[in-house]
Structure formats: C-alpha cells, structure tokens
C-alpha cells in the first residue's frame, strides 16, 4: 500500500507538492519515473539509475509477460529483485501495449485477444489477467487494465470504450489480493465530458491513485494541457495523479501546473540513442557538426560524473556507433529531468512555479510545438 | 620511453615474468590488453576499463585517424585525455586495418593507397605518417608500419613483402621525433626462415620492444604456437615481446610458455556482444536455454560487482537486445582474462606453469581447436 499527501499548494500556480510513502521508499511529487521496459532502464546499471532517477522506475507488464515471462519473474521473487533493482517500482497493465504494439486485436467484454506483435503468437490480456501478471511482476504500484483509443477516435468509439474500460477496472480491482498500491486509468479522449465520466466512475470504484491515460498518443500539445486542465479540479484531491507517458521537458512544466503528481515516459532514454539531449540551456543535438571542435562538457549547467567528456568527444562516439556515446547521453537526459523536477518542487515551496515556467522557456530552447 | 625487465624465468615452463615501465604505469608481464579501437572499450566507461584492465589498453590508428581525426584528438592533447584514460596507451600502427579492412590497396615502395572500407574515400598510409598520425595520438608504445599478408599467402609474396615491411620500420624509426617507445612488427607468415630473418633485420635496427605480427589470421592455432616457439628463442631477451591479435584464453595459455609478455584482442569485447562469456569455469554461450531458470552468477569461480545478476536474468537481457547484457559480459570477459593473466604470472612466479596449464585444460572446457 501507499500514502500519498499533498504537502503544499503553490499559491502562484496552483501546482501541487506532495508526499508519497509506499513500501520501496518516500518520495518528494511531483516526480518524473524513468523507464524500464524490460526489467532494465536502456543502457544503464542499476547504480547509475539510482544517480539519475529518484528511486522509482516503472516497467512494462506487456513486455515482460512476454519475455522472459512470469516463470522467470516469480523465480526471483519479482522484477525488482531480479534485476537488483532496490528502490520502488511501477507497472503498467499491459493496456498500453496491446493497443499500440500488438497485432489483429479482438476487443471483447472479457477481454482482448490478440497476436504478439513480433512473433504473431496468440495471446489473451484480461483485467483479471493483468492483476495477476503485475502481482508477479511484483510493484509498488500498479495499473488498471484499460484501452487507449487512438487520438482520433470518434466520440462514440471512445464512449463505448471508457465504458468497458471503467468496467475492467472494477472487475480488476475485484480480483486484485495483493496489497499492491492499485491506480485506476481515466480515459475519455479530447471529450471533457467523457473525461469528467471517467473520473466519477472510477472514483465510485475506489482506487489509490489516478492514472490520466490517453494522452500523448498524436495530439497537440495544447489538447494535451487542455485536458489536464480540466482534470485538475475534478479528480480527487488527496490521492496522486499520474500522467501517462509525457516527459518531455516543457509537458512536465505545463502538467505540473494542471496539477500533475507524477510522470514517465521513454523520451529521455529513446532521444539519448538518437543523439538528443536535454540539458540545462535546451536540446541539443550532439550529431551536429558545430560540437566537433567543441571541449565543453554536453551541459555546463549540471556538473556530474559525466561532465568530464567533452562534447566533441561524445560526437565521435555517436558517430562512430560506439554504446557508450549511448550510456553517456542516457545518463545525461534522465539526470536533467531529475534536475528539472527538483527545480519545479523547489519553485512550488517557494511559490514561483509561473516565474520558474517564465524563466524555463527564457532561458533554454524548449518550446510547446 | 619505455624500460623493461625480465624478473623471473618460470623453471617449469621457461615462461617470463617482467616488468614494464611505461610514463603511465608499471605492469606486470605477461599481460593482456583490451581493445579500445575508437578511443573507448566497447560498452565501458572509463572507471569499468580501470577495474577490467591492468591499466594498459589499446587503440587502433587506423579508425582514429578516419574517425575523428587527428585534428580533433589534438585538439584534445591525444586519445588519452579525450577518453579520460589516465592510465598506459599502445597504438597499432594502421598497417593491420590497411590489409585487413580497406579496399583496393595498391602497395608501392612508398606506403599504400587504398580506400576508406566503408567511404571508399581515397587514402594514403606511409611508415612516416603511420609515426606522426601515433605521435598525435599520443600513446605510451607505438608500433612500426607493417604489411600483414593473409596466412595462405605464398612464400615469394611473404619474402617480398617481408623485406618492404623491414624496409620501411627502418623508415619509421628514422621518421620518429617523440620519445614514444618503438616496437618492430615481426612478419614472414609460418615460414621460420622468413621470421628469422625479421627478427635479424629488425633487431639490426633496434626497437624497443618486438611484435608479432601475422598469427592468428586465419592459420590453425598450432601453426601459430609453432612460430612463436620458433621465435622464443630468438627474440632479444631483455626486450618485451608482443603478440598482436591473440586473446583466446588457452592462446594466452599456450603462448606466454613460448615466450610472450603482451597480447591484445577484440574477442573479449566482440565474444561478449555474441553472447559468448569467458569464465573460470569456461565458454559459456548465454543465450542457452539451459540458463533460463538459472539463478547463479555468470562466473561462481570470480567473484565481482556483477556477481549480483542471475544467469537467468543475462539471459534474458541478452535477449531483450538490452545494452546492458554486452555491458556485464564485455565486463566478464575483460574480468576473466585480467584474472587469468594474474594466475598465470602466480605459476611463472612459483615455477609451476605447465601444472598451471593441465589445470586449466582439466577445469574447464577451453580447447585446442
């Protein structure tokens, strides 16, 4: 189980800082949670992810269903001790993944079938399923079994679903006999009112936190800000919000101030093995020719075990394909997201977060596309 | 410059341990030097590559100079600071890759014209600009420019190409203004007359250490151990001998008897990206089913900060595609072999290598192939 507390109101921005217990660790909201897909955080150690989160990741139960599947999981007692991993862990339902990766879905009331997205192989997710595999998997917290609809699902393809998906949750709450911390998925689209449906329903349910889904899957930004806007007041006060995979570094600013707790997201991670990195002054994008000559360290304004490699340097081993350069520029954007949200928590006690918003898009490249 | 000295003669097996003083470092001989061929060992930052190594590693002119180079890496000061190495560096001269990798060479008196193995950009090597391009680089042991022929290669092309390769490390040596130690490259392919003559030859124009070039390409293992025992006996005692190329644990074995004090070898590094681990135990291929439920270390025998991840868990990173399976196993492998190596400077030390090497062969399943 968790607690969670909000622990202040920034009178400034209305922003939230909280307070969240649960049995791995105490952790300062809002936070940002790295991810670690497959029982691992991409290219980084178990130290180094302590240095560069907060203590709490999330993985994915899709995937490792999957592989190495929960025979393997249960032998070590769980995801966190088989990966070494001693801080709190996060999981998602699965939900995600078999609407955005998986093949020739069949949506049904008990569930879904549908094929592995490499392999073809048929597979069956089912709320009550789902409890069970993250049971396995062992979290701190865990998720509701839901659909994601794509952004532009019509509004009556997205009330249908929000419906079924409020059933799933009851019925995943119903089975659920861990006492693993369980989060119930608000769905509903752009659609205000499906948003507002959502949360009642779910509400009426019970559950630890609230997991705003279903954004970040193709819309404007703006869309995206709108509806945690209108979140904002309805869901319930004194339980965690957590926005579903948003972490680029202007959503947390905007989210935070429409009230969100917590985030995740695989940006950070995936830009590093692109070459895009986040730092205090903005991206940058270290394959640029203009870093070639370049001995400054990727981001003078955070001073960290990685500061003693010259940019030009990483560029060499981004362009010579080298995992290192990789390492290097992963450890970099999840250590300025650390940096961000702890800038955004100081600024929320402090009763700044507008000024803090003012002088991030003054001072740094970032912008809302 | 480099000093060095012969300490102990093994009574069993004639083995040598010495002492080899860089301005870098004093290490023990026999040692084995991992790859680090762009200026950094494949997956490893610099503090991983302190704790697998003696502190003596290599890299390869060749790539450097295509890639960044060497105006960035002068930028820098040399390889050493770019990478935040502080320990020793040796550069192979180019020679190997020239043959090796690039295409449509075209072999004068001169140097080689030949073009960029995946550009296909025209270049030229000499002996002269293989010294500048090391002396930029900036390591602590450099080697002669050399012409490496395929191991079928006939004893006429061997001759000629052998008295070209002597021709031109008198070259280099002339060419050389720094104080970096010079090692001649002994070729001539499995012909003991040819690798006489190279030795005579190169010895006339004094280097400070030998190399031994042109095994382990493509000839039987015992073909190689032949030549080197041929060469044992040869080669000037008080200087260091070097075998380029060779790093399968029973080559270490079997050549440190025959005379040799220093080796390098990709397939540590490369084995490990396969999924192949070296242990005390033996090869172990990772990807094995039988590993799947397997809570031990990857090596019980070598205790290490990687001791904590199961078999299982290797496993299924490894088949995840997880970055961090190549980074645990490169760390093994690089482990074993540094552990390896110090076993067998114990034997020389207690004059017990050749019971040293029927232990080796009884405890685990390395193999004359």
Redesign the interface.
């Known amino acids: 189980m968790i607690k969670f507390e909000v622990l202040h109101v920034c009178k400034q921005s209305g922003a939230r800082l909280g307070k969240l217990t649960t049995p791995s660790g105490v952790f300062e909201t809002p936070i940002f949670m790295p991810v670690g897909t497959?029982?691992?955080v991409?290219?980084?150690?178990v130290e180094e992810i302590k240095e560069v989160s907060e203590g709490l990741i999330l993985a994915n139960t899709y995937?490792l269903w999957v592989?190495?599947g929960t025979?393997?999981i249960d032998?070590?007692g769980g995801v966190k001790p088989?990966?070494?991993w001693d801080g709190a862990l996060l999981t998602d339902s699965g939900g995600f993944q078999v609407f955005s990766l998986a093949k020739l879905r069949d949506i049904k009331e008990e569930g879904v079938y549908f094929k592995h997205h490499k392999s073809g192989a048929p597979l069956f997710l089912s709320p009550e399923i789902a409890m069970d595999i993250q049971t396995s998997l062992g979290a701190d917290i865990i998720m509701s079994f839901d659909e994601c609809p794509p952004a532009k699902a019509s509004y009556e393809y997205q009330k249908n679903s929000l419906d079924r998906t409020i059933r799933w949750a009851k019925r995943g709450k119903d089975h659920l006999k861990s006492d693993q911390a369980l989060f119930g998925i608000v769905q509903g689209g752009l659609y205000e009112d499906l948003r507002k449906h959502s949360v009642e329903e779910l509400v009426k349910i019970g559950f630890d936190g609230y997991s705003i889904g279903g954004l970040s899957v193709g819309e404007p930004k703006r869309e995206m800000y709108r509806i945690t806007e209108f979140l904002n007041p309805i869901l319930p006060f004194d339980k965690p919000r957590y926005l579903m995979g948003v972490g680029a570094p202007e959503d947390l600013v905007e989210n935070v101030i429409n009230g969100v707790d917590m985030f995740d997201c695989v940006l950070p991670t995936r830009n590093a093995r692109h070459g895009t990195v986040f730092t205090t002054e903005g991206k940058v994008n270290i394959k640029n020719l203009q870093y070639?000559?370049d001995?400054n360290p990727i981001d003078p304004g955070l001073p960290s075990p990685i500061s003693?490699?010259?940019k030009?340097?990483l560029?060499?081993?981004y362009?010579?394909n080298?995992?290192?350069a990789?390492?290097i520029l992963t450890y970099q954007n999840l250590l300025y997201l650390k940096h961000l949200m702890s800038e955004i928590r100081q600024a929320i006690k402090e009763d700044r977060l507008l000024d803090f918003k003012n002088e991030f898009y003054q001072k740094t490249n970032y912008k809302i596309d």
């Open positions: 497959q029982a691992t991409k290219t980084l150690s995937h592989q190495p025979d393997v032998l070590h088989m990966m070494n070639e000559m001995l003693k490699y010259t030009s340097y560029r060499h081993l362009k010579a080298e995992i290192l990789m390492r």
